[in-house]
DNA sequence: TTACAGGTACCGAACGATCGGTAAAGTCAA
DNA sequence: TTGACTTTACCGATCGTTCGGTACCTGTAA
């Protein structure tokens, strides 16, 4: 590498923050190369295919996150509750407890909904996948697994929209702790 | 008549519509204008401060919503079965069986999250109210009462992420139902 | 009936600012 | 000196917004 004075991770870090906090109609060129300290010629030096291509190489790290942080995790050998134990702390980690939005949610409205939909339907499908194998190696049944896979799924994205609105802290941790012992819970 | 006044409601309802599936930073003046049929100068004959107002306006009309709606049904005199059930059907109207956005998601983020934060906050606060007493006429404690309320609202938005990003279109109805029997069903 | 006034609703045209995007010159390591 | 990379300067298009003005309705007085 001759003359890269941003790293490539941390461009993508900083494109990703931006598009979570902003939705992709409200990241601004300019509010891109400020967060990445590149001017927007040279953002466009990187990403040619513009505004675009920045989206995908960001749902790319995402997609790449999800293998190794969760799907990898829960598919490994280690004994299960320390699979859940470790994803969650990735995933409290992810949205900083909460404080953070969810980069497929914000990708997935507005003008750029339809670019994006596959990309952002195949990491969903990751994630729900994983964490259904991970429900099975509990002892949970395929049906009552899916279930469980869903409705983590769902409160993630549903409570990270409520603990913002209203402002309190302390839901999604609240939430994850509570999915783990579903998790662990055999009901019959 | 050459100029055929366009109803206030009608001007509302069409803003919803674009807010709603475009976002606030997404829904530009050329669109709300399309949208309502009305030429972007007369928009702001009707709302003199512009965009902001208009969400405002539509906020507004969320919130009336939410009153008579939720409200005034949950805290009704009919029976619980009863008034739960309205109310449902009232939700699922709303969001067109999970079809459409939730139009409190869509402008609590990008540029417009602070400026509607306190007024989406207290149509959520309305919301979680009205069912909490609704699950307390169903016998519930208050603890638990609360924590239903929390988990059906969580829900619908988590929910309406989801089965948009999937393309799985029965998951809205499947989940109102679950969250019916919930209320009613005592666990202790 | 006519005539004019005031008010409401609407619209074409344009504003400065910012949008996403590009050409070409400058910089620096190999 | 080459070539990857950054930078300055700029582009046409679109952004939210404003202005000047037209069309129509209602009320009042002749």
New binding site residues.
């Given amino acids: 590498?001759?003359?890269?004075?941003?790293e490539h991770d941390v461009v993508i870090d900083k494109l990703m923050e931006t598009f979570r906090s902003s939705g992709y109609d409200g990241?601004?060129?300019?509010?891109l190369a400020e967060a990445t300290q590149?001017?927007?010629?040279?953002l466009?030096?990187?990403f040619?295919q513009?505004?675009?291509q920045m989206a995908h190489a960001v749902l790319g790290y995402v997609a790449e996150w999800a293998k190794s942080r969760i799907e990898n995790v829960l598919f490994s050998a280690n004994a299960p509750e320390e699979r859940l134990e470790t994803a969650l702390k990735a995933i409290d980690e992810l949205y900083d407890g909460g404080r953070l939005d969810c980069i497929l949610r914000a990708l997935s409205h507005g003008s750029s909904a339809n670019t994006f939909q596959k990309e952002i339907a195949a990491i969903f499908q990751t994630w729900l996948n994983a964490f259904k194998h991970l429900a099975m190696d509990f002892g949970h049944g395929e049906e009552e697994a899916n279930k469980l896979a869903n409705e983590l799924t769902i409160k993630i994205q549903g409570t990270l929209i409520l603990q913002r609105s209203l402002g309190q802290p302390s839901m999604f941790k609240e939430m994850l702790r509570e999915m783990q012992e579903k998790f662990m819970h055999i009901s019959h």
């Avoid at 590498?1 to 941003?6: E, N, P, S």
């Avoid at 590149?38 to 040279?42: R, V």
């Fill in positions: 590498m001759a003359h890269a004075k941003v990241a601004s060129m300019a509010a590149l001017k927007k010629a040279s466009y030096h990187r040619p513009g505004k675009e």
